[in-house]
Each structure stands twice: as structure tokens, then as C-alpha cells.
């Protein structure tokens, strides 16, 4: 009778300690003793996180942010694309004479995002993006610069993407942004801003990793037409 007593005792517990358990956000804790010693039992509120992803081989659950940082080869300005053939076209004053002349451009695209995994296949968040490039005017004759070009462009855009592949570690994707762009520029001493669409259409992008992963995306925009880097992913309690 003692062993049933305690069992319906022990029953009880557990019950009202899972009925606790599931409606509060702090451990739970209780304590019982039997004929053969003193057992303490914990409770904790359920928490999901990649733990989960890796048991369903998956990238990532649901309620999971991320961020990014990387690079981008031919991104989109206020001015155009940077590549030779739209710098020539949009950039140049074409007023240089036939004694003057451009150097090739160097372009740099750095590129910052965040944002949620608010289901395991949709994604919304938001992106930073900086493109700077300069050439230099140069004097034929004398091969010496009597000039530079510069361009600086920020652009701000909210970004959306849907998951249509996720086995174990890799995810693909595609995805759309839009937002505004602002352009600085300074040309042969001539001094000004200019403002377009900020827009990114990613047609595919592939991710490898949980926790920490890689990502390339292919497609056309602010963000490039090829964009590639790092992030890291955690998850919300």
C-alpha cells in the first residue's frame, strides 16, 4: 500500500510539474525520496535550436536569425552597373581631349544583412550595401594623373527569400529586394548626388552550414551579379 501511495504521489508531481512547466518560462525543479534514496527532477522550458535541425536534417527550425557579410563582383549604382562598358557610358564627363585619358576602374562592394527565418522556407529581413570605385585621369604624354574620378553609393533595401531546398547542411534559395540608393560622385571637379531604386533579384543562392555557414548567390542588383561571404545563424527563445 506504502508503494502505491507513493507512486500516485510521484504521479501527481510530475503532472503538475509539466502543467507548470509548459504554461511558465523558468526551470522547474522537485524533489522525492522512495526506500532507495532521494531523487531530484528539472524541468526546462522548451527552447528550439539548430539542436533540432541537425535531428531533422535540416539547415535550420524555424524562429532563426541571421547575418551576413560578403562581397560582390558588378553591383548596381545610381550611375549603372560597374563594368567598364556602363562606366564609360554613365561616368565619363566626355569632355576629356585627346591628350587626357582614363585608367581602369576598381570598384569594392561590401554588403551587411540580418534578419529571420520566421518559417524554415521564408525569410525576411534587411540589407546594407556600400559600392565605392575611382579611376584616375591621366596625361598621355606624360603618363601622370591630373585627376580622379569617385563614386560612393549606399543603398537600403528589405529583403525576402524562399528556401525550395533544404537537406542536411545546404540550403537553396531564391529571393527579391527593394529598396533606395544614393550615389556620391566627384568627376574631373564636378561635384554631385544622385538617387535610383535599390533592387536585388537573387534567381538562385546556396548556403552550406548551421551555426556558422558560407553562402554565393547568383542573380542581378544593388547586391551584384555574383555576391558571396559569411553569416552566422542563432536561434530565438
Not at 21 to 40: C, M, P
Not at 57 to 77: C, D, H, M, Q
Request: aromatic letters at 16%; hydrophobic letters at 40%.
Amino acid at each position: 500500500m506504502r508503494y502505491y501511495s507513493q507512486l500516485f504521489k510521484l504521479v501527481a508531481t510530475l503532472f503538475v510539474t509539466i502543467l507548470f512547466t509548459t504554461s511558465a518560462a523558468a526551470q522547474i525543479s522537485f524533489s522525492y525520496r522512495d526506500s532507495l534514496g532521494t531523487y531530484k527532477v528539472r524541468f526546462y522550458p522548451h527552447v528550439e535550436s539548430n539542436d533540432a535541425a541537425t535531428r531533422y536534417r535540416i539547415p535550420l527550425v524555424k524562429n532563426t536569425s541571421e547575418i551576413r557579410l560578403g562581397t560582390a563582383y558588378t553591383a548596381f549604382t545610381p550611375l549603372g552597373y560597374t563594368n567598364d562598358t556602363s562606366w564609360d557610358y554613365n561616368f565619363s564627363s566626355g569632355k576629356l581631349n585627346e591628350n587626357m585619358s582614363y585608367t581602369n576602374p576598381c570598384w569594392c562592394t561590401i554588403g551587411f544583412e540580418a534578419g529571420s527565418w520566421i518559417k524554415e522556407w521564408l525569410y525576411v529581413g534587411g540589407a546594407a550595401v556600400y559600392t565605392g570605385g575611382f579611376r584616375s585621369i591621366r596625361e598621355r604624354a606624360m603618363n601622370k594623373r591630373v585627376g580622379t574620378f569617385n563614386l560612393s553609393s549606399y543603398s537600403l533595401m528589405p529583403i525576402v527569400r524562399f528556401a525550395w531546398v533544404r537537406r542536411d547542411i545546404v540550403q537553396l534559395y531564391s529571393g527579391l529586394g527593394l529598396g533606395i540608393a544614393l550615389a556620391h560622385y566627384h568627376n574631373n571637379g564636378y561635384t554631385s548626388w544622385a538617387a535610383n531604386l535599390a533592387h536585388d533579384i537573387t534567381l538562385i543562392g546556396i548556403s552550406v552550414g548551421r551555426k556558422f555557414f558560407g553562402y554565393c548567390d547568383l542573380g542581378f542588383g544593388t547586391r551584384g551579379i555574383v555576391s558571396a561571404g559569411i553569416g552566422w545563424r542563432f536561434n530565438k527563445k
